[in-house]
């Protein structure tokens, strides 16, 4: 028998109601993100020896403990950076140090809370397709937890970021040219899972991906026991700074913090769509804000396209407060020595973009000597060279990818 829900699945925009009997990442009335509630008052978070996945299960979209996949996520260390913050002026600057986990970015935790997620809904196979940290923690996490599959598409650019070895239950497609975007990669693998049956994770608008990423939020308040002033964060589509502020409201809700962050939400200038709306106060994306190559140095953080996401996001900073703001590739550069010289952290530039920031907002004193801020260090380089080696390679025709090993004649992909 189904135990009694300990939460409740609903659309952000009509607010119609699921039960947690399958795997959807939109709303069927109106195409909205699904998000999710729970049953605060049957919470209880243990402590730091259980996996974080199985401390806060009761705030995770999963009912049956026995379904919790845990490979290794999470309960990493949040810093109390006093030489950066001496360097920038403040007192109470926190790390939290997600180049820690497995696959060396905080992804991984969303691959642990997904699978579970899946499992409870009986999905055992799904489609990622961006730029190589979520396949990657995905791709570990099935690797270590079978039946599971997935099928990964990827532009030839990004396929030095898949570092795993080669796994017959996760299954590799490469789009060759160094020009092919992450669009077309999603575009072919659209068309595969309808062949095919298989659905796509769903990025953003999976529960289980936004669920995850909030265990990093949550598990710095822990360890740090006091309430945070600022949440900043490196941001492709803002789906962990959507976590973050998902995990504030419920810790609200439970007595445990008395405020909710202002948010401080960094892209690179080259690729700052988000930024660019913001600024021009749109509460959605403008034909013009959308990059078709994006450019730049940090890597994860290179969508072109938020049209799909912002109008969330947006809601989110008009709540909180704070700030978008972007970050040159020097001070990129430079960030990211900063933050290894002071604090001896190896962060990517994606995470390091957070550290350009904070010495802007410090510069022009929009964060305080003295304010609480929580700096989320999203991820950390892996070797290029230990990518994946067994991939299937996909050409370019007129008429669509088709797999390089057969013949013309063949279909596409
Ligand atoms: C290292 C790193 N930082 C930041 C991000 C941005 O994440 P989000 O989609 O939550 O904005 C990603 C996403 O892939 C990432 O891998
Ligand atoms: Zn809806």
């Given at each position: 028998m189904m135990r009694e829900p300990i939460f409740r699945?609903?659309?952000?925009?009509?607010?119609?109601?699921?039960?947690?009997?399958?795997?959807?990442?939109?709303?069927?009335?109106?195409?909205?993100?699904?998000?999710?509630?729970?049953?605060?008052?049957?919470?209880?978070?243990?402590?730091?020896?259980?996996?974080?996945?199985?401390?806060?299960?009761?705030?995770?979209?999963?009912?049956?403990?026995?379904?919790?996949?845990?490979?290794?996520?999470?309960?990493?260390?949040?810093?109390?950076?006093?030489?950066?913050?001496?360097?920038?002026?403040?007192?109470?600057?926190?790390?939290?140090?997600?180049?820690?986990?497995?696959?060396?970015?905080?992804?991984?935790?969303?691959?642990?809370?997904?699978?579970?997620?899946?499992?409870?809904?009986?999905?055992?196979?799904?489609?990622?397709?961006?730029?190589?940290?979520?396949?990657?923690?995905?791709?570990?996490?099935?690797?270590?937890?079978?039946?599971?599959?997935?099928?990964?598409?990827?532009?030839?650019?990004?396929?030095?970021?898949?570092?795993?070895?080669?796994?017959?239950?996760?299954?590799?497609?490469?789009?060759?040219?160094?020009?092919?975007?992450?669009?077309?990669?999603?575009?072919?693998?659209?068309?595969?899972?309808?062949?095919?049956?298989?659905?796509?994770?769903?990025?953003?608008?999976?529960?289980?991906r936004r669920e995850g990423l909030k265990l990093a939020f949550l598990e710095a308040v822990d360890q740090v026991r006091r309430p945070f002033d600022w949440y900043m964060q490196g941001v492709s589509t803002g789906m962990g700074a959507y976590a973050a502020f998902k995990g504030a409201l419920q810790y609200q809700a439970l007595g445990l913090v008395d405020r909710i962050p202002k948010m401080a939400l960094v892209q690179e200038a080259t690729c700052a769509p988000q930024v660019q709306a913001w600024r021009e106060g749109c509460d959605g994306i403008r034909p013009h804000h959308i990059l078709e190559r994006p450019d730049g140095i940090a890597d994860a953080l290179l969508k072109g396209n938020h049209t799909e996401t912002y109008p969330y996001i947006y809601r989110m900073m008009t709540r909180t407060g704070g700030q978008f703001v972007s970050v040159s590739e020097e001070e990129i550069r430079s960030a990211q020595r900063d933050l290894k010289e002071a604090e001896g952290i190896s962060a990517c530039f994606s995470a390091s973009t957070t550290i350009a920031a904070l010495k802007k907002l410090r510069a022009t004193e929009q964060i305080g000597a003295s304010e609480c801020v929580l700096v989320m260090l999203t991820g950390s380089d892996r070797d290029p060279r230990r990518h994946v080696r067994n991939y299937t390679r996909l050409v370019r025709t007129a008429a669509g990818w088709r797999r390089a090993d057969t013949p013309v004649e063949q279909e596409a992909v």
């Open positions: 699945e609903y659309c952000l925009l009509c607010a119609k109601q699921y039960p947690p009997d399958a795997f959807r990442t939109r709303c069927d009335a109106c195409g909205g993100a699904l998000d999710v509630d729970y049953d605060l008052a049957r919470v209880r978070i243990r402590d730091n020896r259980e996996a974080p996945i199985a401390r806060y299960h009761e705030l995770l979209p999963v009912q049956d403990a026995s379904n919790l996949v845990h490979v290794g996520a999470g309960n990493t260390p949040c810093v109390h950076a006093r030489e950066l913050g001496r360097k920038l002026g403040m007192s109470a600057l926190y790390l939290k140090d997600e180049t820690k986990n497995p696959t060396g970015t905080v992804k991984d935790r969303p691959a642990e809370v997904v699978l579970s997620y899946l499992k409870e809904r009986d999905v055992w196979h799904i489609t990622s397709s961006a730029t190589g940290n979520s396949s990657t923690a995905f791709a570990r996490a099935t690797i270590l937890s079978p039946p599971f599959e997935h099928s990964i598409f990827i532009g030839e650019r990004w396929l030095s970021r898949l570092t795993f070895e080669a796994h017959e239950r996760v299954h590799v497609w490469v789009l060759e040219g160094r020009e092919t975007t992450t669009l077309e990669a999603i575009a072919c693998s659209r068309k595969w899972e309808r062949d095919n049956g298989v659905p796509a994770e769903g990025g953003f608008f999976n529960i289980g």
